[in-house]
């Protein structure tokens, strides 16, 4: 039996390839918002850091009805350090719209969402979007994607699928290249008749298999998922059982049901195969879990996500600043809410570790991580975290192996070089270069320890407009040494209140991140030296008073404006022996020895 009045769709694409907007068209087409509705952009980007980044973090649902089908739409993110999003929510998908920008085609994450979907045997219409910039590439693209397609060895189906031609932005689709429309009717045509209807029995046992966890303060979790077969009902006693944890069996009621309309989710007493729905009320609801009876209590298989490949230590901030801002500060407070961020992402592992002040965190790249931190800092949490470090393996001859990733670089011709000599020295090995339209493309095979630090350099030596990402390629034997950060720190002398004196005097050193009247303390890092060796200084120190006077010395002192850093750069600048201080008003770095001392004697016998 198939349900011709549903479709569920999934919107797949590389990271600023315009998803989240044309998923804003396609709801303004459907009619989801009142002719005088003041309508923001990107209105499925609800997270507050998702608004200001730009980009797309947590998979969204929402729903519209277009000639009597309801059409269920997932917004899925675009960054490979998102990618655990993507894999977990393709199960509730019966297709893909593969989203790719007429100007710099197929990318790492099309790729890597381009084959998940591939693996999972869903049919895909591939939508070129941003056709009308004036650097728009249209037919190159196409070869680009039916040349990808078959490197991925997809089926012959693949490469008969349909093309549509949009312009997001301007909120347009048409089949026909070269030609504007006035709305997006024609992806909306083009998914009713090409992704396929769900196709079960009515009459056998229920499974949900739940995909999402989402969490309200006044229901708890809430488990959002595709129903696989049967129908579920309001009230209705139920089994959680999981595919990957054989133990787990809990017996639950099903108290609140949700569908989707549009941005909202409504009411419903029942609800049957082929639906996307969310369910709250049932305690220890987890991703990965089978809603189910005890007529079939079998769970279904859940999709294996990639493992992480970057960890951090989080701990307790110890520094003589601590808990001046923070309104979590304790190893316990910490602790609850690390572990409760793995119950909602699946991609990050949280471990305890042989101190109870300090955590393992692992995640799936920088950007994954500092997210988090980013999060937190937001809820008023107050912690240190230490220099990212890449999670080894070793394989059965027992010889270290180490996460690779493929890196795709867009630049100018004259930055090639440049490029080409940085990532050799950190073990990068070039596989592909490609002259295009106004830029060269470059592909790297490199250790995922080589790309740390890397991003701020790149952005400098390609004076800002080079284009970087990265997917994550696997494990290879441990290609040795990589050399290390080539700058130094300026570590504050004493604890007090950065003057315009002392930072006068420093600022010849290197570049200060402290501006004056800024409170520091004894082993803060107040700057970076460019040659490479720590080195003390004092910025508290005051201009000595005295009743003799000269033409010159009272000149006004000129400071360079200090470098304010971001969580990122501050986790590509951090050495092993210091720390980030994070709290809800500040960012600092700062040496894991404060005491300059004790510091210079560890390092004298540490040599």
């Known amino acids: 039996m198939k349900r011709s009045d549903v479709r569920n769709v999934a919107i797949i694409a590389h990271v600023d390839h315009g998803k989240t907007t044309l998923v804003d068209g396609l709801l303004k087409t459907a009619g989801i918002f009142r002719e005088n509705e003041n309508v923001t952009e990107r209105v499925m980007d609800s997270n507050s850091i998702e608004r200001e980044r730009g980009i797309t973090i947590l998979s969204k649902n929402t729903a519209v009805n277009y000639k009597g089908v309801k059409i269920n739409i997932i917004d899925t993110p675009g960054h490979a350090d998102f990618g655990g999003e993507v894999e977990r929510v393709l199960n509730m998908a019966e297709g893909v719209v593969l989203v790719i920008d007429a100007h710099e085609g197929p990318m790492p994450q099309t790729k890597f969402v381009l084959r998940k979907a591939i693996e999972l045997k869903l049919p895909a219409i591939i939508c070129i979007n941003k056709v009308d910039k004036p650097d728009a590439r249209v037919d190159e693209v196409k070869d680009e994607v039916l040349d990808l397609l078959i490197n991925l060895d997809a089926d012959e189906s693949y490469l008969d699928s349909p093309f549509i031609y949009a312009s997001a932005k301007e909120g347009w689709t048409s089949k026909e290249e070269g030609v504007a429309k006035n709305d997006m009717t024609d992806l909306l045509d083009e998914i009713i008749e090409y992704i396929p209807q769900f196709d079960s029995q009515e009459d056998k046992p229920l499974k949900l298999l739940i995909s999402t966890i989402d969490y309200n303060d006044y229901v708890g979790r809430i488990g959002i998922g595709k129903i696989e077969s049967g129908k579920i009902e309001q009230g209705q006693q139920v089994v959680l059982t999981n595919y990957n944890d054989s133990q787990k069996r809990i017996k639950a009621k099903i108290t609140n049901m949700y569908e989707f309309e549009g941005l909202t989710r409504s009411e419903v007493s029942v609800s049957k195969f082929g639906s996307l729905v969310a369910i709250s009320g049932v305690d220890g609801i987890n ?154 493309r470059l592909v790297f095979k490199i250790p995922a320890r080589g790309l740390i630090g890397y991003r701020t350099e790149f952005l400098t030596d390609t004076k800002g407009s080079g284009i970087m990402n990265s997917e994550f390629f696997g494990y290879e034997k441990y290609k040795g040494d990589i050399p290390t950060r080539q700058v130094g720190s300026l570590v504050s002398f004493e604890t007090g209140i950065a003057s315009t004196y002392g930072l006068f005097n420093a600022q010849g050193r290197g570049i200060l991140f402290v501006k004056p009247g800024e409170e520091v303390y004894e082993g803060e890092v107040v700057g970076s030296n460019p040659k490479g060796l720590d080195v003390d200084v004092n910025v508290c120190k005051k201009k000595k008073m005295s009743n003799v006077r000269s033409s010159a010395s009272d000149d006004a002192l000129t400071l360079t404006p200090a470098k304010k850093m971001s969580m990122e750069e501050m986790m590509e600048f951090v050495d092993d022996d210091e720390l980030i201080e994070v709290t809800p008003n500040s960012l600092r770095l700062r040496k894991k020895i404060l005491d300059n001392n004790q510091r210079y004697k560890s390092k004298k016998y540490s040599k």
């Open 287 to 440: 991703v990965g879990d089978t809603i189910c009876t005890e007529e079939d209590e079998s769970p279904i298989e859940f999709t294996k996500i990639s493992e992480p490949t970057l960890s951090m230590t989080f701990s307790v901030n110890d520094s003589p600043f601590a808990g001046r801002d923070g309104k979590y500060v304790t190893s316990r407070h910490i602790r609850d809410r690390l572990y409760r961020e793995i119950e909602t992402d699946v991609s990050l592992r949280v471990e305890d570790t042989d101190t109870t002040e300090a955590f393992k965190v692992s995640g799936r790249g920088e950007l994954h991580l500092s997210v988090l931190i980013e999060n937190l800092r937001r809820e008023d949490y107050e912690f240190q975290v230490s220099k990212p470090q890449v999670l080894y393996k070793k394989d059965e001859n027992g010889k270290l192996l180490e996460p690779m990733e493929q890196v795709t670089i867009d630049v100018d011709q004259e930055y090639v070089g440049s490029v080409i000599e940085k990532l050799g020295r950190r073990k990068g090995e070039m596989t592909d270069m490609t002259p295009s339209k106004g830029f060269t």
